[in-house]
Protein backbone atom coordinates (compact mmCIF):
# COMPACT_ATOMS: atom_id res chain seq x y z
CA UNK A 1 0.00 0.00 0.00
CA UNK A 2 1.15 3.53 -0.61
CA UNK A 3 2.69 5.45 2.56
CA UNK A 4 3.30 8.93 3.44
CA UNK A 5 6.58 10.06 1.10
CA UNK A 6 8.31 12.90 2.69
CA UNK A 7 12.59 14.29 1.24
CA UNK A 8 14.83 14.31 1.69
CA UNK A 9 15.22 12.01 4.42
CA UNK A 10 18.48 14.06 5.83
CA UNK A 11 19.31 17.12 5.26
CA UNK A 12 22.32 19.48 6.36
CA UNK A 13 22.42 22.84 6.82
CA UNK A 14 24.54 26.07 8.39
CA UNK A 15 22.98 28.78 10.32
CA UNK A 16 20.93 31.56 9.16
CA UNK A 17 20.46 29.10 5.47
CA UNK A 18 17.09 27.73 4.34
CA UNK A 19 15.66 24.65 3.82
CA UNK A 20 12.67 22.85 2.29
CA UNK A 21 10.97 19.87 3.02
CA UNK A 22 8.46 17.77 0.91
CA UNK A 23 5.90 15.54 1.56
CA UNK A 24 3.05 13.74 -0.61
CA UNK A 25 0.31 11.93 1.77
CA UNK A 26 -1.37 8.67 0.89
CA UNK A 27 -3.50 9.18 -2.15
CA UNK A 28 -6.94 10.20 -1.52
CA UNK A 29 -6.11 11.65 1.82
CA UNK A 30 -7.08 14.97 2.48
CA UNK A 31 -5.41 16.38 5.26
CA UNK A 32 -1.78 16.73 5.86
CA UNK A 33 -0.11 17.82 9.45
CA UNK A 34 3.50 18.48 9.71
CA UNK A 35 5.43 17.83 13.34
CA UNK A 36 8.69 18.65 14.78
CA UNK A 37 10.42 15.89 16.89
CA UNK A 38 13.57 16.98 18.69
CA UNK A 39 16.06 15.01 20.16
CA UNK A 40 14.32 12.32 23.43
CA UNK A 41 10.72 14.67 22.79
CA UNK A 42 7.38 13.62 21.69
CA UNK A 43 6.22 15.23 18.27
CA UNK A 44 5.23 18.26 18.47
CA UNK A 45 2.45 19.61 16.08
CA UNK A 46 3.08 22.37 13.77
CA UNK A 47 0.61 22.85 11.08
CA UNK A 48 -2.17 21.16 9.22
CA UNK A 49 -3.51 21.65 6.08
CA UNK A 50 -7.28 20.36 5.00
CA UNK A 51 -8.34 20.39 1.30
CA UNK A 52 -4.84 22.82 0.82
CA UNK A 53 -6.32 25.10 3.52
CA UNK A 54 -4.43 25.71 6.86
CA UNK A 55 -6.80 24.15 9.01
CA UNK A 56 -4.45 24.33 12.39
CA UNK A 57 -1.40 25.97 13.42
CA UNK A 58 0.63 24.50 16.31
CA UNK A 59 4.12 25.92 17.61
CA UNK A 60 5.20 26.73 14.52
CA UNK A 61 7.50 29.73 14.59
CA UNK A 62 7.31 32.77 12.51
CA UNK A 63 10.70 31.88 10.30
CA UNK A 64 8.97 28.95 8.83
CA UNK A 65 5.99 28.78 6.37
CA UNK A 66 4.09 25.77 5.04
CA UNK A 67 1.21 25.34 1.89
CA UNK A 68 -0.62 22.70 0.69
CA UNK A 69 -0.50 22.45 -3.41
CA UNK A 70 -3.16 21.54 -6.08
CA UNK A 71 -2.07 18.09 -5.80
CA UNK A 72 -2.11 17.87 -2.21
CA UNK A 73 1.68 17.73 -1.07
CA UNK A 74 2.73 20.02 0.86
CA UNK A 75 6.15 21.69 1.95
CA UNK A 76 7.59 22.80 5.28
CA UNK A 77 9.91 26.01 4.21
CA UNK A 78 12.48 26.77 7.13
CA UNK A 79 14.09 29.85 6.87
CA UNK A 80 16.91 31.65 9.27
CA UNK A 81 17.87 28.05 10.45
CA UNK A 82 18.74 27.89 14.03
CA UNK A 83 20.89 25.44 16.22
CA UNK A 84 17.66 24.72 17.78
CA UNK A 85 16.06 23.44 14.30
CA UNK A 86 17.81 20.27 14.49
CA UNK A 87 14.72 17.58 14.37
CA UNK A 88 13.03 14.78 12.93
CA UNK A 89 10.79 16.50 10.84
CA UNK A 90 7.31 14.45 10.18
CA UNK A 91 4.86 15.03 7.87
CA UNK A 92 1.31 12.63 8.32
CA UNK A 93 -1.77 12.78 6.40
CA UNK A 94 -5.06 11.54 7.20
CA UNK A 95 -8.77 10.67 5.66
CA UNK A 96 -12.32 10.62 8.08
CA UNK A 97 -13.26 6.99 8.23
CA UNK A 98 -16.91 8.22 8.50
CA UNK A 99 -19.42 9.43 11.13
CA UNK A 100 -17.87 7.39 13.80
CA UNK A 101 -14.26 7.03 12.28
CA UNK A 102 -11.61 8.51 13.98
CA UNK A 103 -8.85 10.88 12.45
CA UNK A 104 -6.47 8.05 12.13
CA UNK A 105 -3.16 9.86 11.04
CA UNK A 106 -0.49 7.97 8.79
CA UNK A 107 3.59 8.85 9.40
CA UNK A 108 6.18 9.26 7.05
CA UNK A 109 9.38 7.91 7.70
CA UNK A 110 10.48 11.47 8.76
CA UNK A 111 12.72 13.72 7.47
CA UNK A 112 16.02 14.35 9.76
CA UNK A 113 17.34 18.27 9.54
CA UNK A 114 20.89 18.85 11.21
CA UNK A 115 21.90 22.45 11.49
CA UNK A 116 25.52 23.12 11.94
CA UNK B 1 -6.27 22.51 26.83
CA UNK B 2 -6.06 18.85 25.97
CA UNK B 3 -2.66 16.83 27.27
CA UNK B 4 -1.77 13.72 27.43
CA UNK B 5 1.10 11.79 30.65
CA UNK B 6 3.15 8.99 30.25
CA UNK B 7 4.33 8.29 33.64
CA UNK B 8 7.06 5.95 32.42
CA UNK B 9 10.16 6.61 30.78
CA UNK B 10 10.97 3.38 30.27
CA UNK B 11 9.26 -0.27 31.44
CA UNK B 12 11.40 -3.36 30.88
CA UNK B 13 9.89 -6.76 30.54
CA UNK B 14 10.80 -10.62 30.15
CA UNK B 15 9.88 -11.75 26.87
CA UNK B 16 6.74 -13.88 27.95
CA UNK B 17 5.65 -12.09 30.26
CA UNK B 18 2.75 -9.34 29.96
CA UNK B 19 3.14 -5.84 29.90
CA UNK B 20 1.80 -2.05 30.48
CA UNK B 21 2.60 0.97 29.46
CA UNK B 22 0.34 3.71 30.96
CA UNK B 23 -1.40 6.33 29.81
CA UNK B 24 -3.13 9.41 31.14
CA UNK B 25 -4.93 12.04 29.23
CA UNK B 26 -6.74 15.53 30.67
CA UNK B 27 -9.54 16.81 28.30
CA UNK B 28 -12.68 19.32 28.27
CA UNK B 29 -14.78 17.06 26.27
CA UNK B 30 -14.66 13.74 24.58
CA UNK B 31 -11.14 11.94 24.17
CA UNK B 32 -10.33 10.25 21.04
CA UNK B 33 -7.48 7.95 21.75
CA UNK B 34 -4.49 6.83 20.17
CA UNK B 35 -1.27 4.67 20.55
CA UNK B 36 1.68 4.59 18.36
CA UNK B 37 4.92 2.88 18.03
CA UNK B 38 7.93 4.38 16.79
CA UNK B 39 11.11 2.39 16.09
CA UNK B 40 14.26 3.81 15.61
CA UNK B 41 14.69 5.76 12.30
CA UNK B 42 11.36 5.38 11.58
CA UNK B 43 7.62 7.27 11.20
CA UNK B 44 5.32 6.72 13.80
CA UNK B 45 3.22 3.54 13.32
CA UNK B 46 -0.99 3.24 14.53
CA UNK B 47 -1.63 0.56 16.81
CA UNK B 48 -4.95 1.10 17.77
CA UNK B 49 -7.84 4.11 18.77
CA UNK B 50 -10.64 4.41 21.22
CA UNK B 51 -13.48 6.29 20.26
CA UNK B 52 -16.48 5.13 21.38
CA UNK B 53 -17.91 1.95 22.57
CA UNK B 54 -16.30 -0.97 24.01
CA UNK B 55 -13.38 0.48 26.62
CA UNK B 56 -11.19 -2.51 25.51
CA UNK B 57 -9.91 -2.05 22.00
CA UNK B 58 -7.84 -4.46 19.93
CA UNK B 59 -5.00 -3.69 17.94
CA UNK B 60 -2.14 -4.53 15.92
CA UNK B 61 0.76 -7.09 17.03
CA UNK B 62 -1.47 -8.66 19.60
CA UNK B 63 -1.71 -5.19 21.34
CA UNK B 64 -4.99 -3.92 23.30
CA UNK B 65 -5.44 -0.65 25.54
CA UNK B 66 -8.24 -0.27 28.34
CA UNK B 67 -10.25 3.30 28.15
CA UNK B 68 -11.49 3.75 31.50
CA UNK B 69 -13.42 6.99 31.77
CA UNK B 70 -13.16 7.37 35.93
CA UNK B 71 -9.86 7.27 35.82
CA UNK B 72 -9.24 8.94 32.45
CA UNK B 73 -6.46 6.40 31.60
CA UNK B 74 -5.79 4.53 28.13
CA UNK B 75 -3.61 2.19 29.39
CA UNK B 76 -1.84 -0.14 26.37
CA UNK B 77 -1.67 -4.24 27.19
CA UNK B 78 -0.36 -6.98 25.85
CA UNK B 79 -0.61 -10.50 27.26
CA UNK B 80 2.66 -11.80 26.28
CA UNK B 81 5.69 -9.55 25.02
CA UNK B 82 8.07 -10.09 22.21
CA UNK B 83 11.36 -9.03 22.12
CA UNK B 84 10.23 -7.42 18.88
CA UNK B 85 8.19 -5.06 20.71
CA UNK B 86 11.31 -2.99 22.10
CA UNK B 87 10.68 0.61 20.86
CA UNK B 88 9.36 4.20 21.75
CA UNK B 89 5.32 3.87 22.69
CA UNK B 90 3.63 7.25 22.31
CA UNK B 91 -0.32 8.11 23.65
CA UNK B 92 -2.12 10.49 21.52
CA UNK B 93 -5.39 12.57 22.18
CA UNK B 94 -7.29 14.64 19.93
CA UNK B 95 -10.75 16.32 20.57
CA UNK B 96 -11.90 16.31 16.78
CA UNK B 97 -12.01 13.31 14.85
CA UNK B 98 -13.09 14.62 11.29
CA UNK B 99 -10.76 16.77 9.32
CA UNK B 100 -7.94 18.71 10.38
CA UNK B 101 -7.77 17.72 14.33
CA UNK B 102 -4.41 17.31 15.12
CA UNK B 103 -3.00 14.69 17.58
CA UNK B 104 -1.33 15.78 21.31
CA UNK B 105 1.26 13.25 21.73
CA UNK B 106 2.83 12.10 25.30
CA UNK B 107 6.28 12.15 26.43
CA UNK B 108 6.76 8.45 25.13
CA UNK B 109 7.57 5.65 26.91
CA UNK B 110 10.65 3.43 26.25
CA UNK B 111 9.57 -0.22 26.00
CA UNK B 112 12.96 -2.59 26.28
CA UNK B 113 11.81 -6.71 26.06
CA UNK B 114 15.18 -8.94 27.31
CA UNK B 115 14.98 -12.28 25.94
Known amino acids: AAGVIQSPRHLIKEKRETATLKCYPI?????VYWYQQGPGQDPQFLIS???????DKGSIPDRFSAQQFSDYHSELNMSSLELGDSALYFC???????????????FGAGSRLTVL | AQSVAQPEDQVNVAEGNPLTVKCTYS??????LFWYVQYPNRGLQFLLK??????LVKGSYGFEAEFNKSQTSFHLKKPSALVSDSALYFC?????????????FGQGTELSVKP
Open chain 1, 27 to 31: PRHDT
Open chain 2, 92 to 104: AVTLIYNQGGKLI
Open chain 2, 27 to 32: VSGNPY
Open chain 1, 49 to 55: FYEKMQS
Open chain 1, 92 to 106: ASSFVEGPSGANVLT
Open chain 2, 50 to 55: YITGDN
